[in-house]
Nanobody, 125 residues
């Protein structure tokens, strides 16, 4: 049974940083692409970042480029999202997701097979 467990969320002031983690189990982590999404109240879930199984290829949503960085440690079955220069509009529940290795960058929810339960990030002004 695949499990994805996010952690690292919390309350931070604008301009601050957080690092989210997502620990995966029940799958061969090094064969899976990983993504981060977020959902703010009253809004649709949106793509944040993506990383290939080897970690050699990444993609980040335009609005977060330069502030958010995705990485992974296959030895620890964990994917990370480093978030810097946080803004109040970054407030959302952040989810990690996994899909078996494919040949395209996965930016939509429907492309992913497994999801975590989410972790709340709140940025105060």
């Amino acid at each position: 049974q695949v499990q994805l467990v996010e952690s690292g969320g919390g309350l931070v002031q604008a301009g601050g940083s957080l690092r989210l983690s997502c620990a995966a189990s029940g799958l061969t982590f090094s064969r899976y692409e990983m993504g981060w999404f977020r959902q703010a109240p009253g809004k649709e879930r949106e793509f944040v970042a993506y990383i290939r199984p080897s970690g050699g290829g990444t993609a980040t949503a335009n609005s977060m480029m330069g502030r958010f960085t995705i990485s992974r440690d296959n030895a620890k079955n964990t994917v990370y999202l480093q978030m810097n220069s946080l803004k109040p509009e970054d407030t959302a529940v952040y989810y990690c997701a996994a899909r078996i290795e494919s040949w395209s960058i996965a930016r939509t929810q429907s492309e992913y097979d497994h999801w975590g339960q989410g972790t709340q990030v709140t940025v105060s002004s």
